[in-house]
C-alpha cells in the first residue's frame, strides 16, 4: 500500500515524490477532459513539464496513440530517468503506464487517477496494456505504478453516470469481501456518500487481493463477479451500436450473477433481492429483448477468461464471499437475464 496516496492534496503529494526522485524530464499525460478539469488542479505546483494530449475515449487506447507519446518523449530527448504523469481515468492510466514501461525498456510513472473507476479499480493490481483490433487489453503486461496519488476532489467534475459506473465496482467489492459493509451499504444514500472512505476501503480490498495473488492464478478472479455477464452485456450492446458505460453492463453482470448464486443455494432469496434493489435504484435499466438475451449468452462463451468453451464465473458464496472459476452454462445466463429484466 506503500505506493497508493490517498489524500486531498494532490498537489503536494506529487511535489513531494518529484522531490524525492531524480528526475532528468517529466511529462504529464492528459485527455482533452482532463486537460480543463484536473490540469489546473496541479499544474501550478509541477516543476518544468512537457504536456501530451491525447483524445478521450477507449477508441484511443490503442497503437497509434502511443506511437504519438513515444514520439513525444522521444523529440524531448527522455532518457531512462524521465518520469510520466498519468492525469485521468483507467485509459489514460493503462496506456501511459504501457508506455512508460515500454518506452526505452522502462522508465517512471506516477498515476493520478481521476475517474472513480480508475481511483477503485485501475489503479490498484499493476495492469497496464491498450486494445488490439477490437479485442479489450489485448497487448499489455503486469508493472506497478512506481507512486499512485487518489484524491477525491476530482470527482467533483466527473459526470453523474461516470462516478456512478465507478461506484459498480465499490458494491462489487463489498458483496464478494465484506457482508458487513454491505449491510452499511444497502440503507446508503449514494448522494451523501464519503468518496475518501469509499475510495479507501476499495483500494485495501482490492490490494490485499491482488498481492496474495498478482498473476490472476486463483484467488484475484473473485474480481471477476459480475463480470462474466457484464462483458458479454458490454460487449453486444457495443456492437449493436448501444453501447452503455463498463459499471452499468457490470451492474447488469451483478444481478444475474447473485441470482444464478441463488439458483445454487449459495446466496439467499432476501439477498438477491437486496442486491437487485439496491443496484435498480443506482443505474438505468439496460433494454434487452429476448433476442438480445440470445446473443449476450453467445458472447459469454468468447470471454477471454474461459477454458475452451466453458463460462467461467465467479459466484457469491454468501455475501461478503466469493468463489471462482465455477462453471455456469449458457442456459444459466438467459435465465438470470431474464429475471433481470423482468424486475419492475
Ligand atoms: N488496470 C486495471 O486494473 C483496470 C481496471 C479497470 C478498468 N481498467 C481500464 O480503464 C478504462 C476505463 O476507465 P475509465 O472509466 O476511467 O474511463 P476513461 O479513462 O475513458 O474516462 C472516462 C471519461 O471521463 C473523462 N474524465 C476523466 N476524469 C475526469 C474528471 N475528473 N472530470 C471530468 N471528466 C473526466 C475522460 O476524459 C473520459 O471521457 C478501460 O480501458 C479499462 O480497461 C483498467
Ligand atoms: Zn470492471
Redesign the pocket.
Known sequence: MEKVVITDQAANALMQTLDHGQFTSIAILV?E??HI??YPLIKHHLPEHTLIQIK???IH?NIETCISIWNVLTEQSFDRQGLLINL???????MGGFCARTYKRGIAFINVP??L??QV??SV?G?LGIDFEHL??HIGLFSEPDQVIIDPV??K???DN?LR??YAEVIKHHLIADGKGWDRMKNSHFEEMNWKEVIEHSVKMKYGVAQKDPTEKGLRKILNFGHTVGHAVESYLMQEGRAIL?GEAVAVGMVAEAYISNTRDLISAGDLTDIQGYIQGLYPKAKLSARDIEAIGKYAVQDKKNKGKRILAALLNGVGNAVWDIEISGKEIDQSLRYYVDQT
Not at 485521468?88 to 493503462?94: L, R, Y
Open positions: 485527455d477532459n482532463t478539469h484536473c478521450s475515449g477507449e487506447k485521468g481515468g483507467g485509459v489514460i492510466g493503462d481521476t475517474t473507476l480508475a479499480d485501475a493490481g495492469k479489450k487489453n476530482f470527482l467534475t466527473l459526470p461516470e459506473s465507478g463498463h
